[in-house]
């Protein structure tokens, strides 16, 4: 696809955060991994499990209000193994976010049972962008400790932060990989937003995306657009779904700007309903 071609997936500020998750992973306790619900395996930076190797691991489902419930549940039983604990998380309405405090206290208290000095339990949180990474830090913390935002690319640099009782957690910024073998995985992270819009072609990444929901949730699609069918092609849904809203331009042409943006925003905000994509 046009819109995923010579792109720099790999800019500077990915490769120090590279450098600094490797220097500092010996300084923690746990690593804690914050994918998106709606396409794990996506979602997932083979670098950074290559990073991590052996140390102890929690994944993180984020964004599961957007996810299919059913799906996001065998996800969960399929990432967990004996060195990594699976929650599935909500971080902007706090759900599942008092199961994480629980699952830290439990590791701190386990780690410190029997020594005179207790130490603090250091964690660190990684992912890839705008995958939630900020606004779990905020729900654990109680306050905007990390800022948070809808775009990639907000968290810069190193910050510890203190959660609470003996508890620290370092923060980093999120990281891409340089190159994705499939090009499936570079679409699904365009659909939900961890590569940034301004580098994308907007009508075909909306095409895409189209293509893809009528094809698995025809009746999501055709309810949330008033479609009296699906069509056979993506283009044709696409128009049909301009001519319901009534995007329509001068000399009654079809807005296919205006048709992308919507469906891929509806599609972000889980207004067409809860969808997976893997």
């Known amino acids: 696809m046009s819109t995923l071609e010579n792109i720099n997936w790999y800019p500077g500020h ?11 992973l010996k300084l923690v306790d746990v690593v804690c991994e914050i994918i998106d619900a709606r396409i ?3 979602s997932r930076n083979p670098i950074i499990n ?12 984020n964004k599961s209000d957007l996810a299919d419930k059913e799906k996001t549940k065998v996800w969960a039983e399929k990432l967990r193994n004996n060195n990594t604990i699976v929650l599935i998380l909500n971080a902007n309405s706090g759900e599942g976010v008092n199961s994480l405090k629980k699952l830290l206290e439990k590791i701190r208290d386990e780690k410190n049972e029997g020594k005179p000095i207790k130490k603090s339990l250091r964690l660190m949180i990684v992912g890839i962008p705008n995958v939630g990474k900020s606004s779990l830090i905020n729900r654990l913390v ?3 400790a990390a800022k948070a935002g809808n775009k990639p690319g907000v968290t810069k640099g190193k910050q510890w932060i203190k959660l609470g009782e003996d508890i620290m957690l370092l923060d980093t910024p999120g990281i891409l990989w340089p190159k994705f073998e499939d090009p499936n995985v570079g679409l699904n992270l365009a ?10 072609d907007l009508s075909d990444l909306g095409l895409e995306l189209i293509g893809h929901l009528c094809k698995e949730y025809p009746s999501l699609m055709q309810a949330r657009y008033k479609l009296d069918s699906i069509e056979e092609t993506p283009l044709e849904n696409m128009e049909a779904i301009a001519l319901k809203r009534g995007f329509i331009l001068p000399g009654k042409r079809i807005d ?5 943006r919507t469906v891929i925003d509806e ?8 969808i997976s994509l893997e």
């Open 14 to 24: 990915m490769k120090k955060t590279r450098e600094l998750i490797q220097e500092n």
């Open 40 to 42: 794990p395996i996506s």
């Open 50 to 61: 290559d990073i991590v190797g052996n140390k102890s691991k929690i994944i993180i489902l």
């Open 142 to 144: 109680g306050s905007r």
């Open 191 to 200: 659909f939900c937003g961890s590569i940034k819009d301004e580098i994308m």
């Open 256 to 260: 296919y700007e205006r048709t992308a």
């Open 267 to 274: 599609f972000r905000a889980g207004t067409i309903g809860s």
